[in-house]
């Protein structure tokens, strides 16, 4: 069940009051968990650098409440113990070089002290969700009302050639940059940041290439796929001066958080389903804790950021 839904008890079985049939459903073990979401985002479909997978937890634990997030911060873990979680599933990894110690005096290691205390698992799926099928990009592209025709590059892996990072998408209503900006800044959550636009306010938008979290890496192809506009996070200033010289392509860079954060509700509705259909007594929950490290934006002293003439 997605939702904030309370009276989770306790017992290996007990009865789902959903079921018109009164049969019985089942409370899963991590491990089943695990192999669930192992189903939507293989281990072995993540970028060699990246460090993905079950970093804290019990394989034989029961899980009755699974809350998603973008970040393992100290804050998303003391929620997760609010809520009484049993996993957390983060998008970013907790320690994604290593470690030689997990003491409680770092706050890294404070993250694995609160978590096994509590009896908390936590799974990180990171690369291997960027380029899933349906995966981040799919859920920024949804957030935005953006019909997707295709990764913006391909996994050469797939031979439906669906899966890859990025997406190619298309309105089928042209949207001004000015437009379409302000709809960014409506759909996806709010962040001290709110959108940063490069290019001609009043320029046509007909298709667009999103990329969730940072995608600076990703200028060429977004040029060779030849699209109007290209959202993702955490754009610089000599590649976006270099793409503005190139191209009158415009250019949206939202806060890397509230570009990844669509997908944890993509994620959450996905593990319902497959709970729903092993009849799991579960309870899916979403974070809705800004952890985008960027708290505060004081605006310059001109007025209207997109250039409005006046
Ligand atoms: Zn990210």
Not at 122 to 131: F, Q, S, W, Y
Not at 212 to 230: I, N
Request: glycine residues 8%.
């Amino acid at each position: 069940m997605l939702s904030g839904a309370e009276g989770a008890g306790s017992g290996r079985w007990r009865c789902n009051a959903t079921d018109q049939a009164g049969s019985l459903a089942s409370v899963p073990r991590l491990s089943e968990v695990i192999a669930a979401l192992e189903t939507l985002w293989p281990a072995e479909r993540a970028e060699s650098w990246d460090a993905v997978g079950t970093v804290a937890g019990d394989p034989d634990q029961e899980v009755t409440r699974v809350l998603f997030a973008v970040d393992p911060v100290q804050e998303i873990v003391d929620e997760a113990v609010k809520l009484g979680a049993d996993l957390l599933v983060t998008h970013h990894p907790l320690y994604l070089r290593g470690t030689t110690t997990v003491a409680a005096t770092h706050f890294k290691g404070r993250v694995v002290h609160t978590l096994i205390k509590n009896d908390i698992a936590l799974h990180v799926a990171h690369t291997n969700a960027d380029t899933a099928d349906p995966g981040v990009s799919d859920a920024l592209a949804g957030a935005l009302d953006l019909r997707v025709t295709g990764p913006l590059v391909p996994d050469p892996t797939d031979p439906e050639g669906r899966r890859g990072l990025g997406r190619l998408c298309a309105l089928d209503h042209p949207l001004t940059v000015r437009e379409f900006a302000a709809r960014a800044a409506e759909r996806l959550p709010a962040t001290a940041q709110g959108i940063r636009v490069a290019g001609d306010p009043e320029a046509p938008v007909r298709t667009v290439a999103v990329s969730g979290g940072s995608g600076d890496s990703l200028f060429d192809h977004v040029r060779a796929a030849g699209v109007d506009a290209f959202l993702t996070a955490d754009l610089r200033h000599h590649p976006v001066s270099e793409a503005r010289a190139h191209s009158p392509l415009a250019l949206l860079d939202a806060a890397h958080w509230a570009t990844e954060w669509p997908w944890c509700e993509l994620a959450a509705s996905q593990l319902d389903e497959i709970s729903d259909r092993h009849g799991w007594d579960l309870r899916v929950h979403v974070s809705k804790t800004v952890t985008d490290p960027w708290t505060a934006h004081a605006a310059s002293a001109t007025s209207d950021p997109l250039g409005a003439p006046n």
